[in-house]
């Protein structure tokens, strides 16, 4: 499996909160942008001052944003439509040392880099600077380094008595073909939308389904499993439970929505969240949460405030890692010429999406109530193109998490 195992969360969280000797060196408390004609302003408000290391990446674009170890207390990062940044990323990198990556859609060069210290109500902050530069002005520029922090000094530790880390779980085998669970929605009694000629948003989901499957597998590259063959009704947890069972490393739930208004067409893909990003949304994701949902989680035998911030832990990387996928799906059709929704990339709380450690979204394929799009998607050629699309994202995405096991 290419992320985390709940297990080894657990063992992180125990060493890590409840350890004494671990505190963190600092806190991210907030993360702000702010857009000026010749550049963008990214500002870190800290809890305190710190060294810092900055630069930039290529294939794909990064910033990456070295700090001491921290706690990342500035929730979700929103970043401005046209910023460049299609995703925000943070982890530890090594004993000591956390690192924040942003990932562009454009070549940056970092122009300044500079911390300010706490003063007029203020907190201490970290302050960079960048702008669009062409590809081979970023060639230039993206060996600079931006900052003093020594990353090879695990600062944080200095002078504490700490017992050796434990041993690291065996890990399964790094070459083995990524596995892919995808999830036609709905399914035996209940239809889903229902458009015109009494087309069901179940059946041509699972023939979509069908046809990625098809497509991965053909590329010899995945091993693919639906979470339902036939038209069958399959209870919300139960979807989660087969992901998790399975230990997927990637679930892709997918959909053909209805709306009042028939002339709206156009696909779009949905990550989890807690607060909608649109009204339209929040009854979309009513709609499809029939039932109430724990995350995707055995919380019985834990501690009820120890399993919640477990819960919280495992998932906050993997909501990241989907959204990042989210927004590589929704860049990934459009150059395909998949019709796509304004603002294409949406969340809320879906409940299918709740498994903790598997990256997961919802692919609206489509408008079962627009009647041209309905038609399509009940077509083969028009399935196999959108699954041609979506099989590329896929590949993009899995092409990143290896070049990010290498940084």
Known sequence: MLFKHLKFTLLFFLLAVFSPLQ??????????????????????????????????????YRMVIDLPRFQWNAGETKAPQNGGVLATRHGNLKPGISRIVFDMNRPISIQKAFTLPRGAGKPDRLVIDFANVSPSIFQQVKSTIHGSLDTNKTTQTAGLNLAPPPAPKPQKDQNKKPLIIIDPGHGGIDPGAVGPSNIHEKTVVLALAKELKRQLEASGGYRVILSRENDNFIKLTNRVKFARKHEGDLFISLHADSLQNKNVSGASVYTLSEKASDKQTAKLAARENKADLIAGIDLNVEDKDVAN??????MRDTMNQSKFFANTLVNTMKNNNVRVLESAHRYAGFAVLKAPDIPSVLVEAGFMSNRKEANLLNSDAHRKKLAGALKKGIDRYFDQVRKNQRI
């Open 23 to 60: 505190a963190f060196a600092l806190n991210i408390e907030s993360v702000r942008f702010g857009l000026y004609q010749e550049k963008t302003r990214l500002v870190l408000d800290l809890d305190r001052s710190s060294d810092f290391r900055a630069f930039v990446l290529s294939d794909p």
């Open 309 to 314: 911030i477990l819960v919280d832990l495992a």
